[in-house]
Every structure is written in structure tokens, then in C-alpha cells.
């Protein structure tokens, strides 16, 4: 069957991608970490003085429909990291602050959790509750962070240009425009450039570059259409390119403390949910990093693996392991839907659904994969 026997001894070579999440301080963002990762963040309403990091399990319910035509020995989902960047707030780019700024540096993509939700038990550090405010706050310390960035580049190519270095000087006339965007309070991922002109800033590593979602954390009662805060937010975005979803914090963090899984559906009914919050924020997230999934399947394991938009079948095979991409021969290619539909390699084989692709082959999300190799 379809499966690499290969990989059973092989080390793997992971994906390092990384999301994080971030917010002001009790937004609710440690609490919803809590909800899809695979440890547990402290919450307290004092903000954490480090970042918990932990690894999410990317629900695909695929898995089990291939199961249902090859039986195996067990399931194994995709992952990715994920971290809980301590709260920010105003002059986060000082002291302590500045510290959690780097963490976000780390990330390749970003989940800005925003406080959509009344407590008085919980104080808001600005002593209301605005989630557009909270925005424009966290904005605009990650633009000053990047603006900091900008110009001590600009002050070491400024050396080189006076040489009549010609690429020094096009690096300049790039870093300036990116200096007036982030004096104008914007961000660097809604600033147009030539493909070009991107090696200029991509040693800087931006803050506003990284790609981002928002997540409206309402209270229970507001769980399924949201709440006046959580409308605000929509109506700011509502022209920005970006994922904006409603997630009841506390009621997920009910939700996933309930061990038995009928007791979680009957909650999520009671609640008017179909499906928890939290496993559309992962699904949202996992499209936020560009991956794709693949399968493997065999009578061992059916696992899925993550791999980059537009990878190649030997590096689809390398995320296996460096030796299948190394020694790359070929890729054997069934479809998921045509596996679903036609229920066996057989049959696939003679419908023609069955092919055999080269290095140039595109990895499709849903593929099922064996590599021919040798090394």
C-alpha cells in the first residue's frame, strides 16, 4: 500500500514553523493556548513573565475516512508549534517588554487575540474594555520595533553609499519607504514592493510583516454571533486582508476539560455550536503558515504530514526524511478524493487514477504519497 517502509526507522526531519499568539495583558489569549495546545500555560491577571510554548494536533478528519478502506495500526495527525507570547502592553518595546517582542520575531505567524469581554474581576490595563484601541496599541508598538529596525539598517548602508555602492543605494531608497510607512503608523505586510526590492528588509526579520489573524474573545452568551465589542473589531477590518473569528474563551476551556467526547458534543449543542472554536483557530491558523497536508497509508500508520504551498515532491519527501529527498526517484501520486471514491489503489490504478510524477510534481493538499528512492 501506499506507505514508505523507509520511514518506520527513520528520524525525521521537522518543519521548525511556528505561530504565536499575542494580545494585551487578559485578553484571554493564555487561556485559549490552553484550549488547542498540547501543554498548559499559567493565567493569572498579572501577565506571564515568560512565553509557553507547545505543539498543536491539526484535526483532519480525512485520516479516518482513508482508514475506512485500508485499516491500520494507528493514526498519526500533523503538528505545529505554537507559543504564548506574554501580554503586551504600552512601551512593550522597553525592558522586560522588549525581550517579548523578540519572541514574535521568532514566529512566522501571528494570532492577535483581542479582548471582546466584561469581568470586573479582571481589569483591562487601559480601564475599559475597546478591542480597536487594543489594535492600534499593539500595532503601533510592533511598528516602532520595526521603525528601530529600519533605521539602524539604513544607518549602515548610508557608509556603503557613499562608495557609490549602486546596491547600497537601492537598499536605501527601499528602507525609506518603509521608514515613512511605519511614521504614517502603518504595517510592513500592507506596504506594495517589487519582489526585487524584498532582499532589503528580509535580514530585518519585521514585526508588522508577519502574517495575521484576530480572534475576538466574547463571553459564553455571545459565543455564536459575537457582541458589540467583537462588532467593532469586524467593522475596523473590514477592509484589511486578514481572518477575523469569535471565540468564547472560557467556554472552550470548558469544553476541552471534558474528557468524554459525548459530553463535549452535547455541551457544544447546548451551546449552539456544530464544532469547538478552537478547531476552526487551529485550521485558520495552519492556512495562516502556508501548509498543506499529505498523507502516507499503509497497514502501520495512516499519518499526515505538513509541508509548505508549492513544495515539490522531493521536498515533500524530505520532510519524511532527508534521505527520501536526497535519493529521490519518483513519487507515486493517488488523489484523496479519488481514493475516497474509488476505494482502493486498485481500483484507482484502473481508472487511471494513479500517477507517477516526477521532481517538478507540486504537492497538492490531500495527496497520497510513496517515494521511490535510492541511496
Known amino acids: ?17 511556528q505561530c504565536g499568539i499575542i494580545g494585551l495583558v487578559n485578553s484571554g489569549k493564555t487561556t485559549i493556548f490552553n484550549c488547542i495546545s498540547n501543554t498548559r ?22 485520516l479516518y475516512e482513508l482508514e475506512k478502506h485500508e485499516p491500520t495500526e494507528k493514526i498519526i495527525h500533523t503538528t505545529f508549534e505554537i507559543v504564548d507570547i506574554p501580554g503586551l502592553t504600552k512601551g512593550s518595546g522597553k525592558g522586560e517588554g522588549n525581550r517579548f517582542l523578540a519572541e514574535i520575531r521568532n514566529t512566522d505567524a501571528l494570532i492577535h487575540v483581542l479582548r471582546c469581554f466584561d469581568d470586573e474581576n479582571v481589569p483591562h490595563a487601559d480601564g475599559s474594555i475597546n ?19 529600519v533605521e539602524k539598517k539604513i544607518t549602515r548602508l548610508e557608509r556603503a553609499a557613499k562608495t557609490g555602492d549602486k546596491d547600497a543605494k537601492k537598499g536605501l531608497e527601499v528602507l525609506q519607504v518603509f521608514k515613512s510607512h511605519f511614521e504614517n503608523f502603518g504595517n510592513a505586510r500592507d506596504l506594495q514592493i517589487k519582489e526585487e526590492d524584498k532582499k532589503h528588509i528580509e535580514d530585518l526579520f ?44 472560557s467556554l472552550e476551556a470548558e469544553i476541552a476539560d471534558l474528557g468524554d ?23 485558520a491558523a495552519y492556512s495562516l503558515l502556508n501548509l498543506k497536508t499529505f498523507f502516507t497509508v499503509g497497514p502501520k500508520e495512516i499519518r499526515a504530514w505538513t509541508i509548505k504551498e508549492g513544495m515539490t515532491a522531493p521536498q515533500a519527501a524530505g520532510v519524511i526524511h532527508s534521505d527520501l529527498e536526497r535519493g529521490f526517484i ?17 481500483a484507482c490504478r484502473e481508472a487511471g487514477r494513479f500517477f507517477v510524477e516526477g521532481k517538478n510534481y507540486i504537492v497538492d493538499d490531500g495527496d497520497i504519497l510513496h517515494i521511490r528512492f535510492n541511496v
Open 1 to 17: 500500500m501506499f506507505y514508505g517502509k523507509f520511514a518506520q526507522t527513520r528520524k525525521e526531519k521537522i518543519m521548525a514553523l
Open 206 to 249: 519585521l514585526l508588522t510583516m508577519k502574517p495575521v489573524m484576530f480572534v475576538c474573545n466574547v463571553d459564553q452568551n455571545s459565543a455564536v454571533g459575537g457582541n458589540e465589542y467583537s462588532k467593532k473589531v469586524f467593522e475596523f477590518l473590514k477592509n484589511v486582508k486578514t481572518e477575523v473569528m469569535i471565540i468564547a474563551g
Open 41 to 62: 500555560g499559567e493565567t493569572n491577571t498579572f501577565g506571564a513573565s515568560k512565553p509557553n510554548l507547545g505543539m498543536i494536533q491539526v484535526p483532519d478528519s480525512r
Open 330 to 346: 519518483r513519487a507515486e501520486v493517488m488523489k484523496y478524493n479519488d481514493f475516497i471514491r474509488l476505494r482502493s489503489e486498485h
Open 261 to 283: 467526547m459525548a459530553d463535549r458534543l452535547e455541551f457544544l449543542r447546548d451551546a449552539g455550536l456544530d464544532e469547538p472554536g478552537v478547531t476552526r483557530l487551529v485550521h
Open 131 to 149: 478591542p480597536v484601541r487594543d489594535i492600534e496599541t499593539v500595532d503601533l508598538e510592533l511598528q516602532v520595533k520595526d521603525l528601530e529596525s
